[in-house]
């Protein structure tokens, strides 16, 4: 039996009610689902106050999105091809180095050290490819544990060739099994790498290295670093240390830091700058790392007065630079060598030794190059700051920067001075 309302319904709509109608009621059913919710959702907000999304990170994540859309619709409406897929070199490219050919060097008339920098003007052979990881390669440890132990098929140093190495690097280096375990308390000084940090900490005045933040050493150009272990103790140290080495076919030294996770590249300055901007590292170390510093009438301790911040140092560790005797009785005695002698030229003072240890400092007096009686190294042209691997030159730079700010003028925080801030702005 019908319901009353379904009979009053059927008078006025007849036994079916018209589709129009239904579809009226439906959208008016939804419109107010719509009004009702809402006005719910908003009673709910103002009760309770959820924070507000990341609305700017998502829309610079969105904006950054649309950018590399739109240049990849650009490419593709220009109608550009697709892109070559690079093949792999062959094994006889292996050690393949950019602008790094020591053979086309010696070609091209290059010699006396100059064919062991890196010359990309000369002409080079081969098509591009892709140079192939070592056979047995393997992803490098996380950092800290992969500062101490490495792959040993990741590097080129074979277990023959560990075995006939000398005491000191098997000091260095553990072969076990399938890699290679860093020591510590060893390294290339003989004394360990935390002595020695400690000793040239020691010979500045301060009491420990973990006091070289404090006195303005941030950051450190290690120069033949070795196998790393040096850098990687002033790492732990907070300190950046990068560590250039000339090119090696097997053993590299810049291949072992890197596998470290220590930064390091391929660096040689017989004739060429170093790839670095003026006045850019506080301290410039070297143990035995075979340079002939008062070679070429002193041009290798320009560049490495280049590279120094004001009042920044050189460390230098070789028997063969050894000065005969200490600066002052030397002066009396007018017998200074030719290491002691480019280095007043160019304003550096030995400030101490100890041992087979020098360590000269940089002047923070830019007027000390123009004053100096005995200075024959000219100051360059005003504004000068050669772009990377520009030639040599025998002259001073650097004094007339902004950035001639002494290292000491430093706050002992990781904060910028207002000196610094200055120059650098505000992040």
């Not at 950054?64 to 109608?79: M, N, P, W």
């Amino acid at each position: 039996m019908r319901s009353p309302l379904l009979n009053k319904l059927s008078v006025i709509f007849g036994p079916r009610p018209p589709v129009s109608w239904l579809l009226l009621c439906f959208v008016s059913v939804l419109a107010l689902i719509a009004v009702f919710g809402s006005s719910s959702s908003n009673s709910l907000d103002s009760v309770t106050s959820t924070p507000v999304p990341e609305i700017f990170t998502n829309y610079r994540r969105l904006k950054e999105q649309a950018a590399v859309d739109y240049f990849e619709l650009r490419t593709i409406l220009s109608g550009s091809s697709r892109q070559r897929e690079l093949g792999l070199c062959g094994k006889e490219r292996e050690n393949y180095v950019p602008c790094y050919n020591v053979t086309a060097n010696l070609i091209s008339g290059f010699k006396d050290g100059e064919e062991f920098d890196r010359r990309c003007e000369v002409p080079r052979q081969g098509s591009w490819c892709l140079v192939r990881p070592p056979k047995d390669y393997k992803i490098p440890l996380r950092w800290p544990a992969g500062r101490d132990v490495i792959w040993s098929g990741n590097i080129k140093i074979t277990k023959d060739q560990f075995l006939s190495s000398g005491g000191v690097t098997k000091r260095i280096m553990l072969l076990e099994e399938n890699q290679i375990a860093f020591h510590p308390e060893d390294g290339l000084i003989f004394d360990g790498v935390k002595d020695y940090s400690r000793q040239i900490a020691e010979m500045l005045g301060l009491g420990s290295d973990s006091e070289l933040f404090q006195a303005g050493v941030r950051t450190v150009l290690d120069i033949g670093c070795g196998f790393g272990s040096f850098g990687a103790h002033l790492v732990s140290l907070k300190l950046m240390t990068l560590c250039i080495a000339a090119y090696e076919a097997t053993g590299s030294q810049v291949q072992l830091a890197l596998e470290r996770g220590l930064p390091a590249m391929i660096g040689n300055f017989i004739s060429r700058q170093l790839p670095y901007p003026s006045l850019s590292f506080d301290t410039v170390h070297c143990a035995q790392c075979g340079i002939v510093w008062d070679k070429k009438e002193g041009i290798f301790l320009i560049e490495i007065d280049r590279l120094l911040k004001p009042g920044g140092y050189f460390v230098l560790t070789s028997p063969t630079s050894k000065p005969q005797g200490s600066s002052t009785s030397m002066k009396k005695r007018n017998m200074l060598t030719p290491l002691e002698q480019y280095t007043e030229k160019i304003c550096w003072s030995l400030i101490a030794q100890q041992d087979d240890t020098f360590i000269w400092q940089k002047t923070a007096d830019a007027h000390c190059y123009s004053s100096n009686k005995k200075n024959d190294v000219p100051l360059c042209k005003e504004g000068y700051d050669a772009p990377y691997y520009q030639a040599l030159v025998p002259c001073i730079t650097g004094t007339s920067s902004k950035r001639w700010i002494p290292i000491q003028n430093r706050s002992s925080s990781s904060d910028l001075s207002s000196a610094e801030l200055e120059v650098h702005g505000k992040s």
